[in-house]
Structures are given as C-alpha cells and as structure tokens.
C-alpha cells in the first residue's frame, strides 16, 4: 500500500476507485470476497481505492473500524494508494482519528454530514481532525450550503487539505458557478471530479481540475483508465466512446440509488459475493435486478 502524500501526479495517474465493502450473512467485512473486488480493479490498471460512500462508511462502526482498515491495508498491492473515510457526524469522526493514527494511509477522506452544519462550523470540525489525525485530508464537496468556496480555500492555505473531491450534481455539468468560484480559489491541480465517468470530460477539459473518481470503475476498470488516460491526451472523441459505454448501468444507479446498484452490480457482475448492505441502507428490489444485472454484463463484456 503506497503510503507517501499524495500528489497532484498520482491523482491524475489513476481513476479513483469507489468500491463497495462486501460483507457477509453476518454483516461482518469479508476479507476474501473485498480482495476479488481489489484485484479486480487493480488488474485493470486502476491502483487508487477511496472507501466512501459506495462502501458504506457513513454507518460502519467504531468497533470494526481498525479491522476493516487492517484488512484493505493488507489487501492492496505495494503500489495501491487506499483512502479510507472517517464521519460524518463530528463526534465519530474524531474518535476515529485516533484509530487511523495506528496506520500509514496518507490521506482520509471526511464524509459530508447533510444538514446540521454551516460552513465555519465545516471548517472548524475539518480543521479539528485534520490537525488531531496529523495528516491532511480529502475535502468531499458534494452539496451546496456545506462549504463556501473561500472556506474551502482557507482549509487549503494551511495545509489540511491533500485533496478535493467535487460531486455537486448539475444537469449541465458545464454551467457550474460553484465550481467556476472554486477553481478561482483554490488550485484546480487537487481538485477531482467526484461524480463518475459521465461529467469528468467536461470538469477535466473545461475546468482543468485534475482526474476523476468512479463506481462503475469497478465492473471495467480498464476502460475506465483508458477513458482518463484520453482526457489527459486531448483525445476527447476517444474519451467521449468510452464515456458511453457505462452511461447505462450509471443511468440506473441514478435513477435507483448509486450505492445499492453499484454494490449488487459488483456480484451480479461475477467479480464478488458483496453480501447484505450494510443498515441503513437495504440491497434492491428483486424487480431491479435483471435490469442491474444486464447492464453490469454487458459492460463487463464491452
């Protein structure tokens, strides 16, 4: 597992991968099951794995928190960047803190708490773990009203932030305000698009900031990479046919719910058994499931 900082090369040298956490009957982590995911995703030439959302961590428990670190810690290649997540809620997240000062990650990425928040209140309880974790840290943007672009730019200029992770949805993602202040405020060089593959060529090309994380990633990581790869070379007609190829399992876990498709996409897809999701989420209707499973498929078989 790589442990040194991150940089704004490596950002751009992967997509980031979002997995799912497989668990078993017993809503316990599986070891076994998490490292089909992992190679997987790092036999595609993918070797950045960010435990966010698509994982869970919103509602994983103080008591199991060291052992799954330990475990995708162990289970990533030498060269494999993990980043682990802490939060949302203030309290969680500095308990956390001090379990992840028991490992070598270099980064954590801090959950969006919805609701309940201002944007100094943001900024304070950031720099609160920031400065007790010892190491700087992922900001994930992924709403307005959670933390004004100046804010954000504060948190950079002293040091607390290795990277951003951008995932406001817009229905044009090319007329964004928010992300056109921040790019203004902050170095687009660690700023991620954070939403998938479907916005990244705009937010790349036309923003500047710096790669992007995925869910779909995990089916073909491959092509994935190769779609970064494009971007990065101006070859966006190349980047633009890759994009397309996962508009149809990303459509459904929009129009389902990103986390629960992507978790059953992953076992209907035959990469892993994922297991039971994780309360306070269930898995999906057995009325999605042939539709999920068609599309994993027939993107795993592009």
Request: aromatic fraction near 6%; proline fraction near 7%; glycine fraction near 8%.
């Amino acid at each position: 597992m790589q442990t040194t900082p991150v940089t704004p090369e490596r950002l751009r040298s992967s997509v980031i991968a979002v997995p799912p956490l497989a668990r078993d009957a017993n809503l316990a982590h599986a070891p076994s099951e998490n490292a089909k995911v992992i190679r997987h995703i790092e036999a595609g030439g993918v070797d950045i794995l960010l435990y966010g959302g698509n994982a869970n961590f919103y509602h994983i428990a103080l008591s199991e928190y060291a052992s799954v670190l330990g475990s995708l810690a162990e289970l990533a290649a030498e060269n494999t960047l993990v980043i682990p997540s802490v939060g949302p809620a203030y309290g969680t997240m500095m308990d956390q803190s001090a379990v992840l000062r028991d490992f070598d990650f270099p980064t954590v990425m801090v959950l969006p708490m919805q609701g309940l928040t201002t944007s100094a209140g943001v900024v304070n309880g950031i720099r609160r773990f920031a400065e007790a974790y010892g190491k700087p840290v992922v900001l994930y943007i992924k709403n307005l009203g959670y933390i004004e672009p100046s804010d954000a730019a504060r948190l950079v200029d002293d040091g607390l932030v290795s990277w951003i992770k951008y995932a406001i949805v817009r229905e044009d993602p090319a007329q964004d305000p928010y992300l056109s202040e921040l790019i203004e405020k902050v170095d687009p060089k660690i700023i991620v698009s954070g939403i998938g593959e479907q916005p990244a060529i705009i937010h790349l090309r036309d923003f500047g900031i710096n790669g992007f994380t995925a869910g779909c990633v995990c089916i073909r990581p491959d092509l994935s990479q190769r779609m970064l790869q494009a971007i990065v070379a101006g070859d966006y007609d190349t980047a633009e046919t890759l994009r397309a190829g996962f508009k149809p399992l990303e459509d459904l876990r929009n129009s389902i719910n990103p986390v629960r498709v992507l978790h059953e996409a992953v076992r209907l897809a035959g990469i892993a058994d994922t297991g039971p999701a994780l309360p306070l989420l269930t898995n999906l209707e057995d009325s999605d499931m042939d539709k999920v499973k068609q599309a994993a498929i027939e993107l795993l078989n592009r």
